[in-house]
C-alpha cells in the first residue's frame, strides 16, 4: 500500500524507533471527564507491553469484574506506553486502584453513570522518541517537526488504518 508523504519535499531521516517501550507514548484525550458517580469505575490506567484488552481483561480478573461490561474509547498499542481511560462495571475504585498487575498503573479512578464507549475520545497526545539521528540532518528534522507542527498530521498510520490488505473499506461493506 502506498500513502502520499506528508513531507515528500524532505529527504528521508533515518533514526532508530521503538527501541523500547518509552520510545512511543500515547496519551488518550477524553471526550468528557467522569461524572464522579454511578455503577461505572472509570480507571485512566498506564500500561505497557499489553493490548488493550489484554490490560482491561487483566484488571476485570483482579477485581472479580466481567470483562464483557467493561469499556474503553480506542485500542492503544501493545509496543508502547500508553495512557488512557477504561471503565470497569461490578468493582469498587478501590479494588481498581489497588490493581497488581504486571504492566498496567492505575493512576486514577472515578465514578460514571455509564460504561466508555469506542470513540468517546477527542484524539490522542504521541511522544515519538528518535535514536541515533545523523548530527548532519537535525536541521532537516528541524524543518520535518516545525512542518507537522504548523500543519498537523494525517489520521492514517498504514496498516492498522487500512487493514494487511488494505481491503479494511471493502470487508466493512459486506
Known amino acids: 500500500m502506498t500513502l502520499p508523504y506528508l513531507t515528500s519535499s524532505i529527504a528521508p531521516i533515518e ?4 527501541s523500547i517501550p518509552e520510545d512511543f507514548e500515547v496519551e488518550e484525550i477524553p471526550a468528557y471527564p467522569p461524572s464522579g ?3 461505572h469505575v472509570f480507571a485512566f490506567i498506564e500500561k505497557r507491553g499489553l493490548t488493550t484488552k489484554d490490560a482491561v ?3 476485570c480478573e483482579h477485581v472479580g469484574a466481567d470483562p464483557k461490561a467493561a469499556g474503553w474509547a480506542g485500542l492503544k498499542d501493545r509496543h508502547a506506553v500508553t495512557r488512557q481511560w477504561v471503565s470497569v462495571f461490578g468493582a469498587s475504585p478501590d479494588a481498581i486502584l489497588r490493581t497488581g498487575v504486571e ?6 479512578v472515578a465514578l460514571h453513570p455509564q460504561k466508555l464507549r469506542t470513540g468517546h475520545l477527542r484524539g490522542n497526545r504521541f511522544w515519538i522518541r ?5 548530527p548532519s540532518r537535525i536541521d532537516a528534522l528541524r524543518q520535518l517537526l516545525s512542518r507537522i507542527e504548523n500543519d498537523g498530521l ?4 498504514g496498516e492498522q ?3 494487511r490488505d488494505g481491503d479494511n473499506a471493502e470487508r466493512a461493506l459486506r
Open 130 to 134: 528518535l535514536r541515533q539521528i545523523d
Open 15 to 18: 533514526a532508530e524507533f521503538r
Open 161 to 163: 488504518r487500512f487493514g
Open 103 to 108: 504492566g498496567i498503573r492505575v493512576l486514577e
Open 37 to 39: 458517580n454511578g455503577e
Open 154 to 157: 494525517p489520521n492514517y498510520y
Open 57 to 59: 481483561r487483566a484488571v
